[in-house]
């Protein structure tokens, strides 16, 4: 089949815009502690909608408000700021409402495809484009005439769907990865919690005092920085008057680490050669542990060699355990257990921007195992680290596979007519 077959038509043509319910329709006032979800613009993620702290409706308004309601394949788009932020409506959020600062994209024609559109929407060509046409000098925004007049190009809807189900195939692999990924954390945070916070395997022993309450005998409490090589945090470039570019070394951002204790590889900055040298004091290595300490604070994630050679900013605090003493491992996972969370949060300075100091990193207690302990504990511990590390590196390289056929799929260069792909 040809690509001449192909049509294109505006985004109008195609599909229904509709914006999100006005101010005076919908209130903060007006959210329940349970309901009908409604989709705010900080609910857009990347590709899907993220399910955490979404406010919710009463039924009455859920009526009210019907005509901004959701289907399974709608598209949501952020209305202002990040205009080219979307997300696709899966069957899990079918019925959910949106809010005012979104719009809802809704395929009218049986000539489009709701997935071939989603996807149509990730190319980065289209997200440049939908920012070069956004309004606003110090808030970009679009509205219902702009997105209509988008022009959409396409091939008949046999292959709209081979396409769609292509990159589906490769997102829904990442998804399980991640999902497996999950689940690995919640057992290993289980393990630890049963052997280092309730101390399970050694109730028979005998127990002693600590500063942190009573502990098996032969165990101590030091502080982190007793542990570590160094607790260090990065500079950021521009303060020594370095650019960024383009590619190069990677440099890791606070935003560069997930909720999930992992890099986002996608908001990494890069810098050359001769920055990295000059930041060689930030340098991070293998099995430091990154925990950001400054504005959104707390996030945390063990390096593996996958992101190397990399450097970090000022907002990043660097903890390098001595390995000789005691295995990052079970610092890493005394912070997923939330073992330091409440002496951290009570030891954040809240300025202009809220900041932890190394100083306080360093002196927070550890309670460290008998080297028997430790041993067992590693057996355990290290197989599921290794299982997250690989699920982590496959995603990598099916999310590099997704972004380089996707450009290709959507113009035609490549075709995809395979009857089992549909």
């Not at 049986?110 to 990730?122: A, D, E, G």
């Not at 942190?212 to 570590?228: A, F, N, Q």
């Not at 340098?283 to 063990?302: H, P, S, V, W, Y």
């Not at 190397?308 to 001595?322: C, D, H, K, M, S």
């Amino acid at each position: 089949m040809s690509s001449s077959q192909w049509k294109t038509e505006k985004l109008g043509n195609i599909a229904h815009v509709q914006t999100g319910p006005f101010g005076s329709q919908l209130h903060n006032s007006d959210y329940v502690k349970s309901g009908t979800p409604i989709i705010t613009v900080e609910h857009l993620g990347n590709r899907k909608i993220a399910r955490s702290s979404v406010p919710f409706v009463c039924e009455a308004d859920r009526i009210r408000l019907n005509k901004y309601s959701l289907k399974t394949g709608d598209l949501v788009f952020s209305r202002v700021g990040s205009v080219d932020r979307s997300s696709y409506v899966s069957e899990d959020e079918n019925g959910w409402l949106f809010s005012g600062r979104c719009l809802r994209v809704r395929a009218s024609d049986n000539s489009i495809y709701p997935k071939y559109l989603y996807y149509y929407f990730c190319l980065e060509s289209m997200k440049e484009y939908i920012r070069s046409i956004a309004v606003g000098a110090t808030m970009p925004s679009i509205n219902t005439k702009i997105l209509s007049e988008v022009t959409i190009n396409y091939p008949p809807m046999r292959e709209q769907k081979a396409i769609a189900n292509t990159l589906s195939c490769l997102d829904d692999k990442v998804e399980l990865n991640n999902r497996i990924n999950q689940t690995l954390e919640e057992i290993a945070q289980a393990i630890f919690k049963n052997w280092f916070v309730d101390f399970e395997p050694f109730k028979d022993g005998e127990f002693e005092d600590s500063e942190l309450g009573r502990i098996p005998k032969g165990w101590r409490v030091e502080t982190l920085k007793s542990i570590c090589k160094t607790i260090t945090k990065g500079t950021t470039p521009t303060t020594l008057k370095k650019r960024f570019v383009d590619t190069g070394i990677n440099f890791v951002k606070a935003e560069s680490i997930t909720d999930n204790h992992s890099f986002d590889t996608k908001k990494f900055a890069y810098i050359d050669e001769d920055t990295d040298y000059i930041l060689k004091r930030s340098k991070i290595q293998e099995n430091d542990i990154l925990l950001t300490i400054a504005g959104t604070i707390g996030r945390f994630a063990m390096v593996t060699d996958n992101i190397l050679p990399a450097n970090t900013n000022q907002a990043i605090g660097i903890i390098r355990v001595e390995e000789k003493v005691i295995n990052p491992l079970y610092v890493l996972n005394s912070f997923m257990c939330n073992c330091h969370k409440d002496f951290l949060e009570s030891k954040v300075v809240h300025a202009v921007q809220a900041n932890l100091s190394l100083g306080i990193i360093g002196n927070l207690p550890m309670i460290i195992p008998s080297e028997k302990a430790l041993r067992e504990y590693y057996g355990l511990a290290t197989p599921i680290f290794e299982m997250k590390r690989q699920c982590i590196s496959e995603n990598e390289i099916l999310i590099t596979i997704r972004d380089a056929l996707l450009p290709k799929l959507m113009s035609g260069e490549i075709r995809v007519t395979n009857e089992e792909v549909l």
